[in-house]
């Protein structure tokens, strides 16, 4: 139970690093396109993570290939298809439904890998998907295309999370994650080739967000999550990963003064809630309870 507090704990620090970094990527899309951006985001994190970790890389074998390259796809895609969805649909939208990856997770989990949900889970993540609708949703419901898309990224980030979980067991974690980093570069190479017109930037701006989103936010963040997953559940991780834009709300107010609304306010209170849930064991709480109540009837 420790170290899955701990695991739980270490994602709750990747979780707050992404919503930090909400403001960095927004000031470095202004002067980048979007896979351009991609493109020297994880090629940088992809380097830096194989000369930090190259006892880990030197000694890499085909199954590490094989499993990063496949969960680095499903991460590709999960960028790819958010991207694609946020030209047609709000903002707004998009977060909630990215957000429902929160769902998928436990029910993707016991169908493919037969782990039924703790009551604990089950109960946080209603409460998340609650909170997040209440969050990020407004009174424009009426679907359209880019909504597909982005409910095709939400199944990319749950497939991900959950083979991570599967895989990470099975081989050097490190080198696991650094493979899905290289994966998610290679292909945003590809599409800012085929599809923008890449540039190298050229202000400190957009080089401040592209070195921090690459130490931290890519390459600190996806070894963390590939190492924690050990001892942690994918719908942990997943209900941990809901409170990103609850986080990004934080900064964006520290930063740019962005104030959120009383319901917003209240989606984030009870996503924080279904976090806190998952960590408590309901089973091992009502049995002290009989305990005491048993003493109490004794005396």
């Not at 899309?29 to 493109?39: D, I, P, Q, R, V």
């Not at 993540?125 to 009174?139: E, R």
């Not at 001892?231 to 740019?256: D, Q, R, W």
Request: net charge positive.
């Amino acid at each position: 139970m420790k170290k899955q507090l701990k695991a739980d704990l270490a994602l709750l620090l990747v979780t707050i690093i992404w919503g930090s970094t909400f403001v960095l990527t927004k000031n470095a899309l202004e002067s980048l396109e979007t896979y351009n951006f991609l493109a020297i985001r994880f090629v940088i994190a992809f380097v830096v993570s194989s000369i930090v970790f190259w006892k880990n890389m030197k000694n890499i074998n085909k199954n590490t290939l094989k499993y990063g390259f496949l969960v680095g796809i499903l991460l590709f895609s999960a960028y790819a298809t958010q991207t694609i969805g946020l030209l047609y649909t709000s903002a707004s939208k998009s977060g909630f439904i990215t957000g429902f990856a929160v769902v998928i997770v436990p029910i993707a989990s016991a169908l493919l890998l037969k782990k039924l949900p703790e009551k604990e889970s089950i109960i946080g993540v209603t409460c998340a998907i609650v909170g997040l609708a209440l969050l990020s949703l407004d009174s424009n419901l009426k679907p359209n295309i880019g909504d597909f898309y982005t409910l095709l990224c939400a199944f990319g980030y749950a497939f991900q999370i959950i083979l991570v979980g599967k895989y990470t067991n099975e081989v050097d974690s490190i080198a696991f994650a650094i493979i899905q980093i290289g994966t998610v570069a290679l292909f945003s190479i590809l599409f800012t080739f085929m599809l923008e017109t890449p540039v190298i930037p050229s202000n400190s701006k957009a080089w401040t967000a592209i070195l921090v989103t690459s130490v931290f936010a890519t390459s600190g963040a996806y070894i963390v999550q590939t190492t924690m997953q050990k001892f942690t559940s994918a719908t942990h991780t997943a209900l941990i990963y809901s409170g990103e834009p609850v986080f990004s709300a934080i900064f964006a107010y520290i930063l740019l003064g962005e104030i959120l609304s009383t319901q917003g306010i209240i989606g984030s209170i009870l996503i924080f809630v279904g976090m806190i849930i998952s960590e408590v064991d309901l089973k091992s709480l009502f049995k002290k309870k009989e305990d005491i109540n048993e003493e109490i009837l004794e005396k």
